[in-house]
Protein backbone atom coordinates (compact mmCIF):
# COMPACT_ATOMS: atom_id res chain seq x y z
CA UNK A 1 0.00 0.00 0.00
CA UNK A 2 1.15 3.37 -0.79
CA UNK A 3 0.45 6.63 0.81
CA UNK A 4 -1.62 9.74 -1.20
CA UNK A 5 -0.32 13.36 -1.25
CA UNK A 6 -1.76 15.38 1.66
CA UNK A 7 -3.93 16.91 -0.84
CA UNK A 8 -6.36 13.66 -1.47
CA UNK A 9 -5.86 12.85 2.21
CA UNK A 10 -3.15 10.32 3.58
CA UNK A 11 -3.26 7.08 3.62
CA UNK A 12 -2.70 4.44 6.59
CA UNK A 13 -2.85 0.85 7.61
CA UNK A 14 -4.36 -0.48 11.04
CA UNK A 15 -2.09 -2.84 12.45
CA UNK A 16 -1.74 -5.42 15.86
CA UNK A 17 0.10 -7.87 17.19
CA UNK A 18 -1.75 -9.52 19.81
CA UNK A 19 -3.85 -6.67 20.29
CA UNK A 20 -1.15 -4.31 20.50
CA UNK A 21 -2.19 -1.62 18.02
CA UNK A 22 -0.27 0.33 15.44
CA UNK A 23 -1.03 2.86 12.95
CA UNK A 24 1.73 2.78 10.11
CA UNK A 25 2.20 5.51 7.35
CA UNK A 26 4.56 4.08 4.40
CA UNK A 27 6.36 7.36 4.18
CA UNK A 28 8.23 6.49 0.97
CA UNK A 29 5.56 7.79 -1.58
CA UNK A 30 4.06 10.37 1.02
CA UNK A 31 3.91 14.22 1.20
CA UNK A 32 2.60 14.73 4.34
CA UNK A 33 5.71 14.41 7.26
CA UNK A 34 4.77 12.81 10.86
CA UNK A 35 5.02 15.59 13.35
CA UNK A 36 4.21 15.19 17.33
CA UNK A 37 0.91 16.87 16.81
CA UNK A 38 -0.34 14.50 14.02
CA UNK A 39 1.13 11.88 16.33
CA UNK A 40 -1.41 12.83 19.03
CA UNK A 41 -4.53 13.35 17.08
CA UNK A 42 -4.05 10.20 15.25
CA UNK A 43 -3.32 9.04 18.87
CA UNK A 44 -6.85 10.42 19.99
CA UNK A 45 -9.00 7.22 20.25
CA UNK A 46 -12.23 9.61 19.99
CA UNK A 47 -11.20 12.17 17.95
CA UNK A 48 -8.63 10.53 15.61
CA UNK A 49 -7.54 6.16 14.87
CA UNK A 50 -6.37 5.69 17.97
CA UNK A 51 -3.19 3.51 18.06
CA UNK A 52 -0.30 2.48 20.95
CA UNK A 53 2.63 3.51 18.33
CA UNK A 54 2.65 5.08 15.44
CA UNK A 55 4.88 4.13 13.23
CA UNK A 56 6.57 5.25 9.72
CA UNK A 57 8.05 3.21 7.12
CA UNK A 58 11.10 5.18 4.83
CA UNK A 59 13.81 3.72 2.70
CA UNK A 60 17.13 3.53 3.80
CA UNK A 61 20.18 2.86 1.91
CA UNK A 62 21.81 -0.23 3.66
CA UNK A 63 18.38 -1.79 4.77
CA UNK A 64 14.92 -2.88 3.24
CA UNK A 65 13.73 -0.13 5.13
CA UNK A 66 13.99 2.81 7.92
CA UNK A 67 11.29 2.48 11.39
CA UNK A 68 10.19 5.02 13.01
CA UNK A 69 8.27 4.79 16.47
CA UNK A 70 5.70 7.49 18.23
CA UNK A 71 4.01 7.02 21.41
CA UNK A 72 0.38 8.57 21.60
CA UNK A 73 1.18 11.23 23.53
CA UNK A 74 3.61 12.51 20.66
CA UNK A 75 7.00 11.86 21.98
CA UNK A 76 9.29 9.27 20.16
CA UNK A 77 10.17 5.84 20.78
CA UNK A 78 13.95 4.48 19.42
CA UNK A 79 11.73 0.75 19.29
CA UNK A 80 8.67 -0.75 19.31
CA UNK A 81 9.28 -4.65 18.86
CA UNK A 82 5.43 -6.03 17.79
CA UNK A 83 5.73 -3.06 15.52
CA UNK A 84 8.36 -3.94 14.06
CA UNK A 85 7.06 -7.91 13.11
CA UNK A 86 4.01 -6.55 11.67
CA UNK A 87 5.85 -4.22 9.47
CA UNK A 88 7.97 -7.01 8.50
CA UNK A 89 5.45 -9.23 7.92
CA UNK A 90 3.87 -6.22 5.41
CA UNK A 91 7.24 -5.69 3.49
CA UNK A 92 7.67 -9.84 3.13
CA UNK A 93 4.34 -10.06 1.47
CA UNK A 94 4.97 -7.50 -0.53
CA UNK A 95 8.60 -8.19 -1.86
CA UNK A 96 8.67 -11.97 -1.75
CA UNK A 97 11.43 -12.02 0.94
CA UNK A 98 11.51 -14.32 4.14
CA UNK A 99 14.51 -12.15 5.42
CA UNK A 100 14.50 -8.63 5.86
CA UNK A 101 16.98 -6.39 7.51
CA UNK A 102 15.60 -3.30 9.43
CA UNK A 103 17.05 0.05 10.50
CA UNK A 104 15.64 1.26 14.01
CA UNK A 105 16.87 4.00 16.15
CA UNK A 106 18.02 0.81 18.07
CA UNK A 107 20.04 -0.03 14.88
CA UNK A 108 19.86 -2.48 12.25
CA UNK A 109 17.36 -5.21 13.33
CA UNK A 110 16.87 -9.07 11.54
CA UNK A 111 13.41 -10.40 11.12
CA UNK A 112 12.20 -13.42 9.09
CA UNK A 113 9.39 -15.58 8.18
CA UNK A 114 9.59 -17.88 11.25
CA UNK A 115 6.28 -20.09 9.21
CA UNK A 116 2.75 -21.30 10.19
CA UNK A 117 2.00 -17.48 9.84
CA UNK A 118 3.99 -16.24 12.54
CA UNK A 119 7.15 -13.42 12.05
CA UNK A 120 10.34 -13.37 13.90
CA UNK A 121 12.62 -10.37 14.92
CA UNK A 122 15.89 -9.88 16.31
CA UNK A 123 15.72 -7.32 18.72
CA UNK A 124 19.59 -7.29 19.85
CA UNK A 125 21.27 -7.11 22.81
CA UNK A 126 20.01 -6.05 25.83
CA UNK A 127 21.56 -3.17 27.42
CA UNK A 128 22.50 -3.86 31.37
CA UNK A 129 24.76 -1.35 32.28
CA UNK A 130 23.14 1.65 34.23
CA UNK A 131 24.41 4.46 32.14
CA UNK A 132 22.82 2.67 28.74
CA UNK A 133 19.52 1.99 30.26
CA UNK A 134 19.88 4.53 30.99
CA UNK A 135 19.49 5.31 35.14
CA UNK A 136 20.22 8.54 36.38
CA UNK A 137 23.01 7.63 38.38
CA UNK A 138 24.79 4.28 39.07
CA UNK A 139 22.45 1.60 40.92
CA UNK A 140 22.79 -2.10 40.61
CA UNK A 141 20.30 -2.74 37.73
CA UNK A 142 19.41 -6.47 39.11
CA UNK A 143 18.25 -4.80 42.10
CA UNK A 144 17.12 -1.47 41.82
CA UNK A 145 16.77 0.95 45.27
CA UNK A 146 12.91 0.96 44.48
CA UNK A 147 10.44 -0.47 46.74
CA UNK A 148 10.28 -4.18 45.03
CA UNK A 149 13.86 -4.49 43.86
CA UNK A 150 12.75 -4.41 40.13
CA UNK A 151 14.95 -4.86 37.19
CA UNK A 152 16.26 -2.63 34.94
CA UNK A 153 16.54 -3.16 30.87
CA UNK A 154 17.59 -1.47 28.17
CA UNK A 155 16.10 -2.93 24.91
CA UNK A 156 16.81 0.65 22.94
CA UNK A 157 14.30 1.84 25.39
CA UNK A 158 14.28 1.74 29.01
CA UNK A 159 12.24 -1.02 31.28
CA UNK A 160 11.50 -1.34 34.60
CA UNK A 161 10.65 -4.97 35.44
CA UNK A 162 8.84 -6.19 38.99
CA UNK A 163 8.22 -9.35 40.06
CA UNK A 164 5.15 -10.11 41.70
CA UNK A 165 3.14 -13.28 43.14
CA UNK A 166 0.01 -12.14 41.31
CA UNK A 167 0.32 -10.24 38.20
CA UNK A 168 -3.61 -10.23 37.76
CA UNK A 169 -3.77 -8.34 41.19
CA UNK A 170 -1.50 -5.26 40.58
CA UNK A 171 -3.27 -1.92 39.92
CA UNK A 172 -1.76 -0.94 36.74
CA UNK A 173 -3.68 2.19 36.29
CA UNK A 174 -2.17 3.64 39.59
CA UNK A 175 1.42 1.77 39.56
CA UNK A 176 2.41 2.24 35.82
CA UNK A 177 2.71 5.92 35.73
CA UNK A 178 3.95 6.16 39.44
CA UNK A 179 7.10 4.10 37.82
CA UNK A 180 7.43 5.53 34.70
CA UNK A 181 7.86 9.16 36.29
CA UNK A 182 10.67 7.42 38.79
CA UNK A 183 13.66 9.72 39.22
CA UNK A 184 15.73 6.89 38.49
CA UNK A 185 14.97 7.17 34.90
CA UNK A 186 15.96 10.49 33.14
CA UNK A 187 14.12 9.28 30.42
CA UNK A 188 10.85 7.83 32.14
CA UNK A 189 10.45 3.41 31.41
CA UNK A 190 8.08 1.35 30.60
CA UNK A 191 7.03 -0.37 33.72
CA UNK A 192 6.14 -4.50 33.45
CA UNK A 193 4.69 -6.76 36.00
CA UNK A 194 6.26 -10.47 35.58
CA UNK A 195 4.66 -13.53 37.76
CA UNK A 196 6.85 -16.78 36.89
CA UNK A 197 4.72 -19.53 36.13
CA UNK A 198 7.14 -22.22 35.06
CA UNK A 199 11.26 -22.28 34.46
CA UNK A 200 10.17 -21.19 30.71
CA UNK A 201 6.81 -19.04 31.35
CA UNK A 202 6.06 -16.03 32.70
CA UNK A 203 2.66 -13.95 32.80
CA UNK A 204 3.38 -10.41 32.04
CA UNK A 205 1.14 -7.05 32.46
CA UNK A 206 2.42 -3.81 31.11
CA UNK A 207 2.29 0.00 31.19
CA UNK A 208 3.95 1.85 28.42
CA UNK A 209 5.96 4.95 28.58
CA UNK A 210 4.16 7.62 27.13
CA UNK A 211 1.15 5.48 26.00
CA UNK A 212 -0.74 3.77 29.19
CA UNK A 213 -1.92 0.05 29.58
CA UNK A 214 -1.36 -2.26 26.71
CA UNK A 215 -2.74 -5.65 25.89
CA UNK A 216 1.04 -6.62 24.83
CA UNK A 217 4.46 -4.81 24.02
CA UNK A 218 7.42 -6.66 22.09
CA UNK A 219 9.91 -4.99 23.94
CA UNK A 220 8.64 -4.88 27.51
CA UNK A 221 8.09 -8.86 26.98
CA UNK A 222 11.93 -8.97 25.89
CA UNK A 223 13.10 -6.93 28.71
CA UNK A 224 10.83 -9.28 31.04
CA UNK A 225 12.35 -12.65 29.76
CA UNK A 226 15.84 -10.73 30.22
CA UNK A 227 15.35 -9.76 34.13
CA UNK A 228 13.40 -13.46 34.27
CA UNK A 229 16.43 -14.82 33.38
CA UNK A 230 19.51 -12.97 34.73
CA UNK A 231 17.28 -13.58 38.19
CA UNK A 232 17.76 -17.27 37.39
CA UNK A 233 14.01 -17.28 38.03
CA UNK A 234 13.68 -19.18 34.24
CA UNK A 235 15.75 -20.11 31.33
CA UNK A 236 16.52 -17.93 28.51
CA UNK A 237 13.63 -18.92 26.19
CA UNK A 238 10.16 -18.56 27.45
CA UNK A 239 6.64 -18.16 26.66
CA UNK A 240 5.72 -15.03 27.25
CA UNK A 241 1.25 -14.86 28.39
CA UNK A 242 0.38 -10.99 28.05
CA UNK A 243 -2.89 -9.93 28.39
CA UNK A 244 -3.31 -10.07 24.04
CA UNK A 245 -2.11 -13.38 23.79
CA UNK A 246 1.55 -15.26 23.82
CA UNK A 247 5.10 -14.19 22.60
CA UNK A 248 7.89 -16.24 22.27
CA UNK A 249 11.27 -14.87 23.49
CA UNK A 250 14.82 -16.83 23.31
CA UNK A 251 17.83 -14.38 24.50
CA UNK A 252 20.85 -16.25 22.00
CA UNK A 253 23.98 -15.05 21.69
CA UNK A 254 23.21 -12.91 19.02
CA UNK A 255 20.11 -11.04 20.70
CA UNK A 256 16.85 -11.48 21.89
CA UNK A 257 14.34 -13.16 19.36
CA UNK A 258 10.82 -12.51 19.59
CA UNK A 259 7.93 -14.46 17.70
CA UNK A 260 4.56 -14.06 17.59
CA UNK A 261 1.40 -13.68 15.22
CA UNK A 262 0.49 -10.07 13.46
CA UNK A 263 -2.20 -8.76 12.10
CA UNK A 264 -3.16 -6.15 9.42
CA UNK A 265 -6.69 -5.36 10.22
CA UNK A 266 -7.63 -2.43 7.35
CA UNK A 267 -6.38 0.70 5.36
CA UNK A 268 -8.22 3.96 5.42
CA UNK A 269 -7.03 7.52 4.62
CA UNK A 270 -6.96 10.47 6.56
CA UNK A 271 -8.98 13.46 5.16
CA UNK A 272 -7.56 16.59 4.04
CA UNK A 273 -9.71 18.22 6.67
CA UNK A 274 -8.14 16.12 9.22
CA UNK A 275 -4.80 17.21 8.40
CA UNK A 276 -5.48 20.89 7.99
CA UNK A 277 -6.78 20.48 11.39
CA UNK A 278 -3.03 20.08 12.60
CA UNK A 279 -1.94 23.41 11.39
Known sequence: MSNAPSSNGLAFM??????????VIDQRSASTRVTPALARALGDRHR???????ATIETDAEAD???????ADGSLSATCGNATRCIARHLMDQTGKDRLT???ERGFLKAEDA????TRVNMGAPLLDWREVPLAQYADTLHLPIEGAPVATGMGNPHCTFFVEDAEAVDLAARGPEFEHHPLFPERTNVEFV????PDAIRLRIWERGTGITLASGSCSCAAAVASARRGLTGRRVAVHVDGGQLEIDWRDDGVWMTGPTAHVFDGVLT????AGLE
Open 65 to 71: ARLTFWN
Open 48 to 54: GVGFDQL
Open 115 to 118: GNGL
Open 195 to 198: QVLS
Open 102 to 104: LRT
Open 14 to 23: KMHGLGNDFV
Open 272 to 275: PAFL
